[in-house]
């Protein structure tokens, strides 16, 4: 099973900041990761797929990236609204396996 | 319009079985393959297992013993099978369109185990 190691396990931000959040795996998955975005009593939502893909609808202020073992979700200019709990999830190999969320909050 | 909606029991017994339907509509389970992905205050985000739109599966080793996910493409239903529940299976059950970009998801079914 591929371990997804997601750090840190939270963070402390300001409006308008950038912040990056990174996603380890334990092996190769090539591109084959997402980015999940989930608010308090919601489903999670996707952001970023393929690695570096960016969903329709996603602000442009939301960047991936990484190859590999190695992957970054970018926030420029940190919204209220992107207050939240970030996930991770690989899908190269079976199981697929989720990270364990980096929580961004408010300073 | 995408929708996928979870319907559950809410309240199983441990050792009893849980059945979950996910309910779809504005797009066709013969076009893409559905997820199952739980979310547990022990373990976080799992995801379960699938179906192809051909309609084979695939399942976590971690379930696959008791697992089973099957679907009516006539009701545009996906269902969720799992016996020999345990009170570590509390906690909240989605389906999910597509494999990797999973990009519509079900509000959850919310699932309690216990006697």
């Known amino acids: 099973e591929t371990v997804m190691t997601q750090s840190p396990t939270s963070m402390s931000t300001s409006i308008g900041e950038r912040v990056t959040l990174n996603c380890k795996a334990s092996q190769s998955v090539g591109i084959n990761v997402d980015w999940y975005q989930q608010t308090p009593g919601q489903s999670p939502k996707l952001l970023i797929y393929g690695a570096s893909n960016r969903h329709t609808g996603v602000p442009d202020r939301f960047t991936g990236s990484g190859f590999g073992r190695d992957f970054t979700l970018t926030i420029s200019n940190v919204e209220a609204e992107d207050l939240a709990v970030y996930y991770c999830l690989q899908y190269g190999s079976i199981p697929y396996t989720f990270g364990a969320g980096t929580k961004l909050e408010l300073k | 319009q995408v929708q996928l909606k979870e319907t559950g029991p809410g309240l199983v017994q441990p050792t009893q079985t849980l059945s979950i339907t996910c309910t779809v509509s504005?797009?066709?389970?013969?076009?893409?393959?559905m997820q199952w992905v739980r979310q547990t205050p022990g373990k976080g985000l799992e995801w379960m297992g699938f179906i192809r739109s051909g309609g084979s599966t695939e399942y976590n080793s971690e379930f696959k013993s008791r697992l089973s996910i099957s679907r009516d493409t006539s009701k545009n239903q996906v269902f969720l099978k799992m016996n020999s529940l345990k009170t570590e299976d509390t906690g909240v059950y989605y389906c999910?369109?597509?494999?990797?970009?999973?990009?519509?998801w079900g509000q959850g079914a919310s699932v309690t185990v216990s006697s």
């Open positions: 999910a369109r597509g494999v990797g970009l999973m990009d519509a």
């Open positions: 504005g797009f066709s389970l013969t076009s893409y393959y």
